[in-house]
């Protein structure tokens, strides 16, 4: 169950409509229903309104940020995303031309998303513009819940591999992330810089709890009795418009 979702008081007949349609295809072909979010729902009418005002199909009009930038801005923290646009005189035709319509339906029926905004506009001539909205939405973490999986997850590994090793606290870890996290650039030699370090492993990663695969390797080692995690959030990446965390792991 996601967290921090917000109520359903804005959503429309239409749009709940459109909602129920997709839910129930998706039972149909044995995938878990979508949860409503709000957030996403906002950015999918902002779009249905634009392509009305326009008389325009598009995911991206003039003077638009791409999908992934304008879901981002919602405040929505995500790691995959995908949208569906569609137009028809008869609203109850939306959902069926969606799902007769490869791309479309792949969206609606991916198992990679957890979350869905729709939002509908009308034009004055009849004209229906529907907008879906999907994420694999990712829970709003603080930095220290997610420097505590990345413990977590490494003494998981270290449990198969060896003696348990003392986690320690150093601030210094913490800076170096965020300093990371505010250019966008790894940089181990920073970690290294740090006083009595041995070893260090950094990455980036929107779930920080999945390690990086040379996480194994220090795990089985055994020159070094301690280590610290440092973790720091952004969301203002190119390459993760949904958000991601820098993390830092030095070794002594």
């Known amino acids: 169950m996601l967290v921090g979702l917000p109520a359903l008081a804005q959503q429309t007949a239409q749009e709940k409509q459109l909602f129920d349609e997709l839910n129930a ?34 995911h991206v009009l003039k003077g638009e940020p791409s999908v992934a930038e304008r879901l981002a801005a919602s405040g929505i923290r995500f790691n995959r995303s995908g949208e569906n646009v569609g137009y028809d005189s008869n609203f109850n035709d939306m959902t069926d031309a969606w799902m007769h319509s490869p791309p479309h339906r792949e969206n609606m029926l991916s198992p990679d998303y957890n979350v869905v905004g729709i939002g509908v506009a009308k034009t004055d001539d009849g004209i229906y513009f529907g907008t879906q ?19 977590q997850s490494f003494e998981e590994l270290r449990k198969k591999s060896g003696p348990r090793v003392e986690r320690i606290q150093d601030a210094a870890v913490q800076r170096v992330a965020c300093a990371m996290a505010k250019t966008g650039k790894i940089e181990p030699k920073l970690a290294m810089a740090l006083p009595d370090v041995h070893s260090t492993l950094v990455f980036s990663d929107s779930r920080p709890e999945n390690l990086p695969d040379a996480a194994h390797s220090l795990a089985r080692s055994n020159r070094f009795t301690k280590y610290a995690v440092g973790a720091c959030f952004t969301g203002d990446q190119p390459d993760a418009p949904g958000g991601t965390f820098y993390v830092v792991m030095t070794f002594y």
Not at 27 to 53: I, Q, T, V
Not at 133 to 151: G, M, Y
């Open 133 to 151: 909205d999907f994420a694999h939405a990712l829970p709003q973490r603080t930095a220290q819940q997610a420097e505590d999986l990345v413990a």
């Open 25 to 58: 295809d998706r039972k149909d072909a044995g995938l878990p229903p979508l949860e409503w979010d709000e957030r996403l729902a906002n950015a999918a009418r902002e779009h249905s309104k634009l392509m009305a005002d326009q008389n325009q199909l598009g």
